[in-house]
Each structure stands twice: as structure tokens, then as C-alpha cells.
């Protein structure tokens, strides 16, 4: 990976196109919320997505056969990327954009530490107080006592938890496991719980919204395309943090889509995480000993639903352009 000014340059665009896409993606999953359940929304986002995995798979020149290595964290991966996607996908459909986006914010601090029993990663003081202080800026955002805390912010605490969880399983198996591997299983497993409740939940889905769940699948292969692009491009250093642009991008959407305006409490809070996650990948780039796992697994949270295949897997676990 080059570390010139001008390839960190096209990392970070790469970056901002990905993360432009992942939030557009994001607008049109709140746009279906109002009328669908999050199950029907993830059961169709998978089924298209199906296609776009087909041809993963028939670049995947490994050997080998779609049995685990690590069955027991495969399985633990697969349920935390299945909860991260109901919840993410709910918590989108009912909570502001910005909130939405503060809250996962966190999983930064949440893979610092759940890295520490996972990975064996040390973590020192400095990390912990940014921990701490994102910690607090999570507590700004939802400001218990004072509004009403929903399920909606439950579901993005969930998300974030397991996103996080799933990222750092990604860095301890993914030397060893197949990509192939690694993606299906929280693919398929989203599939088969989500149409064992489809029939509770359905509704008719004229062609428009068909195809918008369509444009989902679609949107999110892309942004990941984006985002392996950039860290092949730049320094994760550089990439990494151009995830907080979603928050721009949050306020734009909904106040233009949803007549949506984040108060003095999102902003503040969130203001606290980014500040804290940047700290914490600052730290990580600058250790010689550390695992780094947030700059490492700094990408969108795992939600199973789409061949998304996370970007700071070693080169040669993945595909060949």
C-alpha cells in the first residue's frame, strides 16, 4: 500500500464516495421503515444480494470447503451479524439519522474493548480514556432522564455492540478462514431467521418499493467496492476516519427528506465520540506493538445482509481485482 500524499488523497475520496453511498443506502432503508418491518426489508435485502455474492464466489480461487475452521466464532460472527443487522435496519426505520449514526460511533470504543479478552490486545491508559469520554458521549446523545429513551436506541446500542463484536472476530479467525467463509454464513443465516418470520410480518410490495430494496442490495456491494478501494489506495490512518462524514451527510438527508434537525445533544455528543475514535486510531497507528483493531476493522458495521467483505482483511484473502 502506498503512503504518498497523492494515494492517500484518492484513499480518502474513495472513502467519502463510499461512505456517501452507505448513507444513501441508510435514507432509502428509513424510507421503507415507515411501512415494512425490519425483517421484511432484510429478508429482500439478502435475497438481492444473492446474486452479487454468486459472483464472489466464482472468483474465489481457494481451495477448500465452506466448513469452518472455527465453528464456535463463525457461529458467534453469524449471530452478532444478524443482530446487528435487524437492529441497525429498525433503529434507522424509527430514530433520526443522526442519532442513528452518533450511537454507532461507538463501535470504535467497543472493539478497543472487546479486543482486550478476544485478540489479547493491552490496552493503556490513554485508550481507556478515550473510552471513557466516548462512553460519556454516548450518554450526551441519549441524555437518560431527560428524553424518552425508545426501542429505536436500544436497537442502535445493539448494533453498535454487535457490529463491533463481529469486527473483532473478523480480525482473530480471518487469517485463517475462507472469505467465502467469512461472508456466507452471516448471509445465509439472515436469510432463513428472517423468512422463518417473514409470514408474521409481510406486507404487498408494489414494483417502486421492490425495486428500492433492490437498489439497497445494490448500493451496499457498491460502497464496499469503494471502501476495499480505499484502504488498498491510502493509509488506514487516512481512510479510516472519513467514516464521520456520514454524520454530514445524516444531517443533509434528513433535514431535506425528513424534516429532521439534530439538537444541541446529538451534536455535542457526537462531536465527544468522533473526537474520542479518532484519538483511539491515532493511538493504534502509532504503536509498534498494538493489533491496532479499530484501524484494522474500521469500516461500517457487519449486518450480514449484503457480500460485504471487510477491507482490512489481509490482501491475500481476498479476491483479485
Same mark, same amino acid.
Given at each position: 500500500?502506498?503512503?504518498?500524499?497523492?494515494?492517500?488523497?484518492? &484513499?480518502? %475520496?474513495? !472513502? @467519502?464516495? #463510499?461512505?456517501?453511498?452507505?448513507?444513501?443506502?441508510? *435514507? =432509502?432503508?428509513?424510507?421503507? +421503515?415507515?411501512?415494512?418491518?425490519?425483517?421484511?426489508?432484510?429478508?429482500?435485502?439478502?435475497?438481492?444480494?444473492?446474486?452479487?455474492?454468486?459472483?464472489?464466489?466464482?472468483?474465489?480461487?481457494?481451495?477448500?470447503?465452506?466448513?469452518?475452521?472455527?465453528?464456535?466464532?463463525?457461529?458467534?460472527?453469524?449471530?452478532?451479524?444478524?443482530?446487528?443487522?435487524?437492529?441497525?435496519?429498525?433503529?434507522?426505520?424509527?430514530?433520526?439519522?443522526?442519532?442513528?449514526?452518533?450511537?454507532?460511533?461507538?463501535?470504535?470504543?467497543?472493539?478497543?474493548?472487546?479486543?482486550?479478552?478476544?485478540?489479547?490486545?493491552?490496552?493503556?491508559?490513554?485508550?481507556?480514556?478515550?473510552?471513557?469520554?466516548?462512553?460519556?458521549?454516548?450518554?450526551?446523545?441519549?441524555?437518560?432522564?431527560?428524553?424518552?429513551?425508545?426501542? &429505536?436506541? %436500544?436497537? !442502535? @446500542?445493539? #448494533?453498535?455492540?454487535?457490529?463491533?463484536?463481529?469486527? *473483532? =472476530?473478523?480480525?482473530?479467525? +480471518?487469517?485463517?478462514?475462507?472469505?467465502?467463509?467469512?461472508?456466507?454464513?452471516?448471509?445465509?443465516?439472515?436469510?432463513?431467521?428472517?423468512?422463518?418470520?417473514?409470514?408474521?410480518?409481510?406486507?404487498?410490495?408494489?414494483?417502486?418499493?421492490?425495486?428500492?430494496?433492490?437498489?439497497?442490495?445494490?448500493?451496499?456491494?457498491?460502497?464496499?467496492?469503494?471502501?476495499?478501494?480505499?484502504?488498498?489506495?491510502?493509509?488506514?490512518?487516512?481512510?479510516?476516519?472519513?467514516?464521520?462524514?456520514?454524520?454530514?451527510?445524516?444531517?443533509?438527508?434528513?433535514?431535506?427528506?425528513?424534516?429532521?434537525?439534530?439538537?444541541?445533544?446529538?451534536?455535542?455528543?457526537?462531536?465527544?465520540?468522533?473526537?474520542?475514535?479518532?484519538?483511539?486510531?491515532?493511538?493504534?497507528?502509532?504503536?509498534?506493538?498494538?493489533?491496532?483493531?479499530? %484501524?484494522?476493522?474500521?469500516?461500517?458495521?457487519?449486518?450480514?445482509?449484503?457480500?460485504?467483505?471487510?477491507?482490512?482483511?489481509?490482501?491475500?484473502?481476498?479476491?483479485?481485482?
Amino acid at each position: 500500500m502506498s503512503d504518498s500524499p497523492k494515494s492517500n488523497t484518492r &484513499g480518502a %475520496l474513495y !472513502a @467519502l464516495i #463510499a461512505f456517501a453511498i452507505f448513507s444513501t443506502h441508510d *435514507v =432509502i432503508i428509513k424510507i421503507l +421503515g415507515g411501512a415494512y418491518s425490519p425483517v421484511q426489508i432484510v429478508f429482500f435485502s439478502v435475497l438481492f444480494s444473492f446474486p452479487l455474492a454468486t459472483l464472489y464466489l466464482m472468483r474465489d480461487t481457494t481451495s477448500g470447503t465452506l466448513i469452518p475452521k472455527h465453528p464456535y466464532w463463525m457461529a458467534a460472527r453469524t449471530v452478532a451479524a444478524v443482530v446487528t443487522g435487524f437492529c441497525a435496519f429498525y433503529a434507522f426505520s424509527v430514530l433520526p439519522l443522526a442519532q442513528v449514526y452518533a450511537i454507532i460511533f461507538a463501535s470504535p470504543l467497543l472493539i478497543t474493548v472487546l479486543a482486550i479478552p478476544v485478540l489479547g490486545e493491552v490496552v493503556r491508559i490513554r485508550r481507556w480514556v478515550a473510552v471513557l469520554v466516548g462512553l460519556v458521549g454516548v450518554i450526551i446523545v441519549l441524555r437518560p432522564g431527560q428524553t424518552e429513551l425508545e426501542l &429505536g436506541h %436500544l436497537a !442502535a @446500542l445493539a #448494533a453498535a455492540v454487535g457490529g463491533a463484536f463481529a469486527s *473483532v =472476530i473478523v480480525r482473530k479467525i +480471518g487469517r485463517e478462514e475462507r472469505t467465502v467463509v467469512i461472508m456466507l454464513y452471516p448471509m445465509m443465516a439472515n436469510f432463513i431467521v428472517m423468512a422463518a418470520m417473514l409470514p408474521y410480518v409481510y406486507e404487498p410490495l408494489p414494483l417502486l418499493d421492490l425495486a428500492r430494496l433492490g437498489v439497497i442490495a445494490l448500493f451496499a456491494w457498491t460502497a464496499g467496492r469503494f471502501l476495499i478501494a480505499a484502504y488498498n489506495s491510502g493509509e488506514a490512518v487516512i481512510v479510516a476516519p472519513m467514516q464521520y462524514s456520514q454524520i454530514i451527510w445524516a444531517t443533509a438527508y434528513g433535514f431535506f427528506f425528513f424534516d429532521e434537525l439534530p439538537d444541541m445533544g446529538t451534536l455535542l455528543g457526537s462531536s465527544v465520540i468522533i473526537a474520542s475514535g479518532l484519538y483511539i486510531v491515532l493511538r493504534e497507528s502509532r504503536s509498534d506493538v498494538s493489533e491496532a483493531p479499530v %484501524l484494522r476493522t474500521r469500516s461500517r458495521p457487519e449486518t450480514g445482509t449484503s457480500p460485504r467483505i471487510s477491507p482490512m482483511l489481509p490482501a491475500k484473502l481476498r479476491w483479485k481485482k
